[in-house]
């Protein structure tokens, strides 16, 4: 639970899609979740999927699991300007300590105009 | 209106001083997290508790110190025995039930002068 894996940055032109990676290294994980942290602020939750799923979507955004291949991935469609921002994900094992995340380093998206 | 509330927003710490950062929830919220971001290091766990009276270490406590004395606040306390402070903090709550995960505060940026 403690190695969870993102890429650091990733740009896209404004109207295009958005994918942003994950991978974790528990595979008896219950449930896993995006955040989004704009500048100076908190973290604020974008959607979250339960391990027995394969994808869950949510308007612009759709969440899609390997857990094959422990993969998780944050599709956010049309994105934005405004969708720029840092994404954290983070994964939560069954069992652990009351409601305790773990988390990746997250991924810096940059939105172009 | 409910929530996470942190303060103050930034904060500036002596050497050799130690600073205390508020955190208050009116959520009901069982368990209450402190962490560190810095930079490209994504969120540190620094304390949580999960009941009023107690709180355990979590992976970077050396140098912190937090009570729980009331359900609604977890106060964190950087002493000066914590040689790097200058981070941005953020607390969070939880009610650990089902899928419900973490909800954050705005943060505090701590900076050394």
């Known amino acids: 639970g403690e190695d969870v894996e993102q890429s650091l940055f990733l740009s896209v032109r404004e109207g295009d899609s958005s994918v942003i990676n994950c991978t974790y290294t528990?595979?008896?994980?219950?449930?896993l979740y995006w955040y989004k942290q704009e500048p100076g602020a908190g973290l604020q939750l974008l959607t979250y999927?339960?391990?027995?799923?394969d994808m869950k979507q949510d308007q612009r955004l759709t969440v899609l699991l390997n857990k094959k291949d422990k993969h998780l991935s944050l599709r956010i469609a049309d994105t934005q300007t405004g969708d720029s921002a840092i994404y954290f994900c983070?994964?939560?094992?069954?069992?652990?300590?009351?409601?305790?995340?773990?988390f990746g380093r997250g991924t810096q998206l940059t939105v172009w105009p | 209106d409910g929530g996470i509330t942190q303060s103050p927003k930034y904060l500036f710490r002596k050497e050799g001083q130690n600073v205390t950062l508020s955190c208050e929830q009116n959520?009901?919220?069982?368990?209450m997290y402190w962490y560190r971001q810095d930079p490209g290091q994504g969120l540190r766990l620094i304390y949580y508790?999960?009941?009023?009276?107690?709180?355990q270490k979590g992976d970077i406590a050396e140098g912190y110190s937090v009570s729980r004395e009331k359900k609604e606040s977890f106060p964190l306390t950087v002493t000066s025995a914590q040689k790097n402070p200058t981070a941005f903090y953020l607390c969070?709550?939880?009610?650990?039930?089902?899928?419900?995960?973490?909800?954050f505060g705005p943060g505090t940026r701590l900076l050394v002068l």
């Open positions: 508790s999960q009941i009023v009276n107690d709180f």
């Open positions: 983070a994964e939560r094992l069954p069992g652990s300590t009351l409601g305790r995340l773990y």
């Open positions: 969070a709550s939880t009610p650990g039930q089902g899928w419900e995960t973490q909800y």
């Open positions: 528990d595979s008896s994980s219950t449930y």
């Open positions: 959520l009901n919220h069982d368990a």
């Open positions: 999927i339960f391990s027995n799923m």
